[in-house]
């Protein structure tokens, strides 16, 4: 069964730091295109960060304070979250495209969720003082 979990969400203050893990199991990871999202309360998702291939891709909200990576030995993603922001409260998803041959990857941080087939259920981030 093809699995992502995500783990390492919690409180942080303002300014400080997170490191979203995101965790495949059932496939892969490393061939697959893999996209961070989150959805704040009240607010609809959005795209934070994607990886494919070498490439890396984030929103203008979180450029310079996000790093995604992969880890291939652990089957793993990475969303490093430095200088925090309250606004940065949300909960976390990450998502798995397929590579269907022939097909490019899509990884545009406003369009990939329409790519996207494999969902985690999410880890909490919560930017307080």
């Known amino acids: 069964q093809l699995q992502l979990v995500e783990s390492g969400g919690g409180l942080v203050q303002p300014g400080g730091s997170l490191r979203l893990s995101c965790a495949a199991s059932g496939f892969t990871l490393n061939y697959y295109t893999i996209g961070w999202f989150r959805q704040a309360p009240g607010k609809e998702r959005e795209g934070v960060s994607c990886i494919s291939d070498g490439s890396t891709y984030y929103a203008d909200s979180v450029k310079g304070r996000f790093t995604i990576s992969r880890d291939n030995a652990k089957n793993t993603v990475y969303l490093q979250m430095n200088n925090l922001k309250p606004e940065d409260t949300a909960v976390y998803y990450c998502?798995?495209?397929?590579?269907?041959?022939?097909?490019?990857?899509?990884?545009?941080?406003?369009?990939?969720?329409?790519?996207?087939?494999?969902w985690g259920k999410g880890a909490l981030v919560t930017v307080s003082s």
């Open positions: 998502a798995a495209q397929p590579p269907y041959v022939g097909v490019p990857a899509l990884c545009s941080v406003t369009d990939m969720a329409y790519a996207m087939e494999y």
